[in-house]
DNA sequence: CTGAAAGCGCTAACAG
DNA sequence: CTGTTAGCGCTTTCAG
């Protein structure tokens, strides 16, 4: 194992030149004859050279750790965000710094006390498992951006929030034009996606003079599964079922089959995110997708705007929400 | 926001003492008088200050960052795993500093890169996606320990093997006490744990003299389905699977449930890792299982073994796998 | 374009 | 038990 490290310095006397030279060059510092760059990253390769980060921040007093903070890293739709986040921050020079623990409110804080050792840039806050006042107070510490769909008011924190409410509109349109009356709503639990979800259900319902049918589960497959169980249960079950994420659908949709009911002939399905699974043959299901790469790109972009203390931006930014139309919806018998 | 950080010479100042002390009672560090500790203890936090990690590791070069580099980051037994290792590492004094790019040789290869100009003290490798060769490249580079079933054979890692074989040979054991004697393998893709666990299969089946039949796929259950569509075209169907993991398990009830087939009456199911899942009573799935608590201080404690320079240690330990008997399996008709 | 000098915040000998 | 003294490796003025 390689024990020692190259330092600046060796580089610079293997070059024959000053170390505040050498650390130009290699940063890539307007103000070096191209040729000396060259010959100098030569040797720095030749070394092995790996600047020491800790060195870098100390002496410049910003380092270029960003944190990532997963709401519910078992959630994997939320894991292929904070990856696009990652590869993101990655491209934008920051170096991001993850944490895995679930964050009940004290481990999102707790994580922030690691992250303010660390001297970290800022940090992103991914998901709605956080709490808003938690939010903020993250947000005193440290530049902070929040992808998530709920309404923060705080004036340093900038949110990117999915937008539930349209989202949820655009599916029930879907459903009510291709004849569905009797939709029945799976609800996650208590975040606050899954609230609005449910929310514009019901005004969306109310609105088109219909009965709303809410059965509050959580954002996985079995609640989804227990739902079906629930619905099918009643005389008059209904055609089509708005799922609040894709796990309850894709629960549905294997319960249902065990039910012996075809999709869509018997029942429309519609979820919510458009995870991988979601396009694959055996599910093809119609649901609202989030581009989880163009809100990783906008959550980067903010944060660089706010360390470049870029205050005129807007402190929310909502993202559409579009619908992908697969097999999974139809008119109904 | 909070931009100006507390140095420990702010500290000292307000206490009346030298930095020199300071730092030694924040650290705990024995001579220091236990009152004085206090109150240094006390002006610390009423001065809200941070320790400054830069500094530290740049002084006492070293770190207390440790890598975790998670193979597959969207296989969600393997964020089980990480955020075990997580916990044990915080526990232990270490800060985890989590990769979420999909590793493929060169993503986990350019991710020492940066855990090096972090000056981490070791790294810990999760999930069997790694190649021997690139594990042995790591490992000269930072100390390396490595949780996964394959054979590592590098002098400097510590490898922490899953026992497939012994798993595979406990499920298939099982299944034949049962009286089971037409059973499929539903195989993962190349991962070595993967193959591991078909080796078993086929070696069992060879020594009781029965005809393997082994389907490749990948460790997801809609691989678990087409797979399932595959044996049961056959006019002599299985009357037991083997799973090479729980998410093809998965797979393989919802399909079987989908031909109108009932577990465990007309076909048994056997899953690998007894992700949360395959408890729930909708599956109550018969499995193997790995406990990702125990190889996660195992890892962490190998590392701290590996920093103390204690080289006598074992360079490979494996870890036990028990087999969970649910609902899934029976005696076949 | 290049070099010299001055620290960043902290720990680790070494003296008291 | 406590203070003094040196830097760790790097960036950043400030002069050439």
Do not use: W
């Not at 760059?37 to 720095?44: H, L, M, N, Q």
């Not at 050279?49 to 903070?69: D, E, H």
């Not at 690691?114 to 993250?138: C, D, F, M, N, Q």
């Amino acid at each position: 194992m390689a024990r020692s490290f190259v330092t600046l310095d060796d580089v610079a006397k293997a070059a024959g030149m000053s170390r505040a030279q050498v650390s130009r060059a290699l940063r890539g510092d307007p103000g070096v004859r191209p040729e000396t760059r060259e010959r100098i990253d030569a040797i720095a390769a030749h070394l092995n050279y790996r600047p020491n980060l800790a060195a870098r921040s100390l002496v410049s007093s910003r380092s270029s750790i960003v944190g990532l903070i997963i709401g519910d890293p078992n959630n994997p739709f939320h894991i292929q965000l904070a990856q696009a986040v990652d590869r993101r921050l990655l491209a934008a020079g920051f170096d991001a710094v993850t944490s895995l623990r679930s964050v009940d409110d004290s481990a999102a804080l707790q994580e922030v006390e690691r992250l303010l050792s660390l001297r970290a840039a800022g940090v992103i806050l991914l998901g709605p498992a956080h709490h808003p006042k938690v939010i903020g107070e993250i947000a005193d510490k440290l530049p902070c951006v929040f992808i998530g769909s709920k309404r923060v008011s705080h004036p340093e924190v900038i949110s990117i929030a999915v937008d539930d409410d349209s989202g949820v509109r655009l599916a029930m349109e879907h459903l009510y034009a291709l004849g569905h009356r009797r939709i029945a709503h799976l609800a996650g639990g208590r975040e606050p996606s899954s609230k609005e979800r449910a929310n514009a259900y019901n005004a969306f319902m109310t609105e088109a003079g219909l009965e709303p049918l809410v059965i509050r589960g959580k954002h996985t497959a079995a609640s989804g599964r227990q739902g079906v169980d629930i619905l099918f249960a009643s005389a008059t079950p209904p055609t089509a079922i708005l799922a609040s994420n894709d796990f309850i659908a894709l629960g549905v949709l294997d319960r249902l089959k065990g039910l012996g009911l075809s999709v869509p002939e018997d029942v429309s399905v519609v979820g919510f995110d458009d995870i991988p699974d979601a396009a694959h043959a055996l599910f093809s299901l119609t649901t609202l997708k989030q581009d989880t790469e163009v809100q990783a790109q906008v959550a980067v972009q903010a944060l660089q705007a706010i360390l470049a203390g870029d205050t005129a931006g807007k402190r929310r930014i909502d993202m559409p929400v579009s619908l992908v139309v697969r097999a999974s919806t139809a008119p109904p018998k």
